[in-house]
């Protein structure tokens, strides 16, 4: 899919590469305890990983089971160190965490 974008240089060809979608998750780092509870996580960008400071709440999204790209997923909304609030989840199919963005 292509679409023609006009610049003050003119008309140019975006490709459908180009486009990313909004919101889209990130990957994050998490460190867990003995229990299975997240202590810290590394953002993606960031050079040093924060402590949680509390898990606020947390809840699991199982759908979509009947479709060939199941969801399964634990979602975490996490204070850390800093006073950031961040919605995490651990994708259970691919055993991998990320960070939703609002």
């Known amino acids: ?23 889209a998750p990130s990957p994050v780092r998490v460190q867990t305890d003995a229990q299975g509870r997240i202590v810290s996580l590394w953002r993606q960008g960031r050079l040093t990983p924060r402590s949680i400071a509390a898990i606020q709440d947390h809840w699991r999204i199982d759908d979509e089971w009947w479709r060939e790209h199941t969801i399964s997923r634990i979602y975490y909304e996490l204070l850390l160190d800093d006073g950031t609030l961040l919605t995490v989840y651990h994708d259970l199919i691919a055993d991998a965490w990320f960070e939703q963005r609002s």
């Open 1 to 23: 899919m292509r679409s023609l974008i006009k610049t003050s240089e003119g008309l140019i060809k975006r490709q459908k590469s180009d486009l990313r979608p909004l919101n």
